[in-house]
DNA sequence: ACGATATAGTTGGACATCGAACTAAAGGAG
DNA sequence: CTCCTTTAGTTCGATGTCCAACTATATCGT
């Protein structure tokens, strides 16, 4: 939960750079809460969101990782991320097999059926970014992208 | 679920301006993820994150205010906010009354162990940011946060 | 080669959240 | 005034997530 600007009470002014900071992750966590939304609500097949990130990821970075890569990746609990997997081998999205090298560990593949929910992920998300450049220009992207990285780095490996 | 940076194979090119805003949410999704948890695993009294913001709006913009109007300045539903509510009002941090103008409505007021519980949590979140300036600059938090609220605003208003 | 330690994956309990159904009170149209 | 619609708040079932405990397999030090 983010407070986002409904009210109207002016706040006291307080300079510290904590306060800074904080105002930063409070503005991400309000976008990251109502993008999140609007990207399920148009998602098919009833994915979820990871549910797609695992397809996507699948698709862009090739398939055959662990599950524990992957859980790592996506930055969830290996119980989660076995939660997520079963959703989509149920929904015949991914296939799982053991790997033949390491007997704790098992593969993760997508299936055409999941490159094909991929794609109608893609597409359906298409108009959901549509409106966004009037809002943000691509170059005030491109100029923020960077330092978000940056923080999203220094984030992940010191976490 | 978010995917991060952890695999090492070379995504595909994709030019398109929907990617661009893609990988957008997706650093926006990720650091939110990790920064909540960071943040969460500090806070005292039990707090979650959502009631901690509760907390900390009541002190920065005064409390009395609807459990309506506080749910919809918290991007939460009026059910998930009457649960943030009673945890908080059994922990004794907040006092709920009947608003006197309108038999629908309560208003919300913080009691004192409320703010004192405020102020242990900012405490405790002290160093937790502490070390975020030296990964990214606050002049460039300043060059990035009216895009990020431009953004927000515009996804408060079109949700 | 053996025992200690680390890693892969699953499971179960707890919890925050959502959406939908519900009650109660307020507001508006006739 | 009366009825219809809107708004405030609660409750309930489902879901996604976390954490901790557990099993099985692999690895490392001696």
Excluded: C
């Amino acid at each position: 939960m983010r407070e986002t600007a409904v009210l109207t009470k002016p706040a006291k002014p307080d300079a510290s750079a904590t306060a800074l900071y904080f105002r930063l992750f409070n503005e991400i966590g309000i976008i990251d809460q109502l993008a999140s939304t609007r990207f399920e609500r148009v998602l098919p097949h009833g994915l979820t969101q990871a549910q797609f990130t695992v397809l996507n990821h699948g698709v862009r970075m090739g398939d055959g990782w662990t599950p524990a890569r992957l859980a790592a990746a996506f930055q969830v609990t290996k119980g989660t991320f076995t939660s997520t997997l079963q959703k989509l081998e149920a929904k015949g999205f991914v296939r799982v097999e053991p790997d033949p090298d390491d007997g704790r560990s098992k593969r993760v593949f997508l299936t055409e059926a999941g490159r094909a929910a991929r794609d109608d992920a893609l597409a359906a998300a298409g108009p959901v970014f549509a409106e966004i450049p009037s809002i943000v220009d691509p170059k005030e992207v491109d100029a923020i992208l960077p330092v978000l990285s940056r923080l999203r780095a220094w984030l992940d490996e010191n976490r």
